[in-house]
């Protein structure tokens, strides 16, 4: 089954540590995205990614770091830099530019702080 | 002022009944508009995508777009307790990689 698969599912953080959330899909999508969510809040974007290599700061990047060495892969690093990273955390992918798909998420990973 | 303007409710409604959930926006350009369904802990669920003004219906679920009056709507016929989840709605810009979202409505359908 296509779909977009993030890890671990709950995660915690100790102070002073950087910690990474995984996010993998088979869609074949060019675009991927990393959003937070907090209670009663809609979805903030964290960093997003429109072809390999290549990501963008979105809305509150500050504290958080992406890579996207392969298509199928954008891991989300929370650093210590990140004071609040209590939240649940989504990964997304779309088609590329040009054909206007809807963007389909994964079933996201809770960050505590310990 | 937020691009996306959706009201975050709660809205409690009895099973079988109409539910209405709805969006305003500020930027003409959107023009694709998403409906997703997230249950607690889980990932938005892709509902409903449209383009055009109007309506689009899947099953119970119908979709309706006003471009003039910047305004979306969901609608649920025959509510039923499995649809208890928060709504957000979502929008795009033609060729434009970035999506917009409202805040989300949660919806309890008591049965």
């Known amino acids: 089954d296509g779909g977009i698969t993030q890890s671990p599912k709950y995660l915690f953080r100790k102070e002073g540590q950087n910690v990474t959330l995984s996010c993998e899909q088979n869609?074949?999508?060019?675009?991927m995205y990393w959003y937070r969510q907090d209670p009663g809040q809609g979805l903030r974007l964290i960093y997003y990614s429109q072809i390999v290599n290549d990501f963008q700061k979105g809305d509150i990047a500050e504290g958080y770091s992406v890579s996207r060495e392969k298509k199928e892969s954008f891991p989300l690093t929370v650093t210590s830099a990140q004071k609040n990273p209590t939240a649940f955390y989504l990964c997304a992918s779309s088609t590329g530019t040009g054909s206007n798909q809807p963007q389909h998420f994964g079933d996201g990973t809770r960050l505590s702080i310990l | 002022q937020k691009e996306v303007e959706q009201d975050p409710g709660p809205l409690s409604v009895p099973e079988g009944a109409i539910v209405s959930l709805n969006c305003t926006y500020s930027n003409s350009a959107f023009q694709y508009f998403m409906w997703y369904r997230q249950y607690s802990r889980k990932g938005p669920e892709l509902l409903m995508y449209?383009?055009?003004?109007g309506n689009k219906e899947d099953g119970r679920f119908t979709a309706q777009v006003d471009k003039s009056s910047k305004y979306i709507s969901l609608f649920i016929r025959d509510s039923q307790p499995s649809d208890s989840a928060t709504y957000l709605c979502?929008?795009?810009?033609?060729?434009?990689?970035?999506?917009?979202f409202g805040s989300g409505t949660k919806l309890n359908v008591k049965p």
């Open positions: 449209t383009y055009s003004s």
């Open positions: 869609l074949n999508h060019d675009a």
């Open positions: 979502a929008m795009r810009i033609y060729n434009f990689n970035k999506f917009y």
